[in-house]
């Protein structure tokens, strides 16, 4: 019955997220934890048992029905925002706790690799990089910077 019933609100959701400015979709667990997948990924959502998984190209996530609180569709604020650029470094929010942002030359070397905390959060120290650009890839986007 929860199964149906959680379904049911995900399509009475439709609407909303059809007329609203949205940009992810959030599933609000009973433990407190959030799981995001931005919609311009294309997530896809399915079940297993009582079992929900939402899957994109590059991450997946699943997680017991009747340990979700609710789903939820939001306007989240970019992963980066000017507030979030110093002249030392970048401040990525909104990740996946466990989640890696990597750091690469524009010849494609590995120069760092960092893994978001248990709020989502990886603070990028762009001082103990090296100069130059470099291409900066998160499960959730790719950007470039002069260092």
């Given at each position: 019955?929860?199964?149906?019933?959680?379904?049911?609100?995900?399509?009475?959701?439709?609407?909303?997220?059809?007329?609203?400015?949205?940009?992810a979709v959030v599933v609000h667990q009973t433990n407190g934890?959030?799981?995001?997948?931005?919609?311009?990924?294309?997530?896809?959502?399915?079940?297993?048992?009582?079992?929900?998984?939402?899957?994109?190209?590059?991450?997946?996530?699943?997680?017991?029905?009747?340990g979700i609180e609710n789903v939820t569709f939001e306007?989240?604020?970019?992963?980066?925002?000017?507030?979030?650029?110093?002249?030392?470094?970048?401040?990525?929010?909104?990740?996946?706790?466990?989640?890696?942002?990597?750091?690469?030359?524009?010849?494609?070397?590995?120069?760092?690799?960092?893994?978001?905390?248990?709020?989502?959060?990886?603070?990028?120290?762009?001082?103990?990089?090296?100069?130059?650009?470099?291409?900066?890839?998160?499960?959730?986007?790719?950007?470039?910077?002069?260092?």
């Amino acid at each position: 019955m929860k199964k149906k019933a959680f379904f049911l609100f995900l399509w009475l959701l439709l609407p909303q997220v059809l007329l609203a400015k949205v940009n992810a979709v959030v599933v609000h667990q009973t433990n407190g934890s959030k799981t995001m997948f931005m919609l311009a990924d294309a997530p896809v959502v399915t079940h297993s048992g009582n079992t929900l998984v939402l899957r994109t190209a590059t991450k997946e996530a699943s997680m017991p029905v009747e340990g979700i609180e609710n789903v939820t569709f939001e306007d989240v604020p970019t992963l980066i925002d000017e507030s979030a650029i110093t002249s030392d470094g970048i401040l990525f929010r909104q990740l996946t706790a466990g989640s890696e942002v990597r750091v690469y030359t524009v010849d494609g070397k590995t120069v760092s690799t960092l893994t978001a905390d248990g709020n989502g959060v990886i603070a990028l120290d762009l001082s103990a990089l090296p100069k130059g650009v470099l291409i900066i890839r998160s499960p959730e986007t790719t950007i470039k910077v002069n260092n």
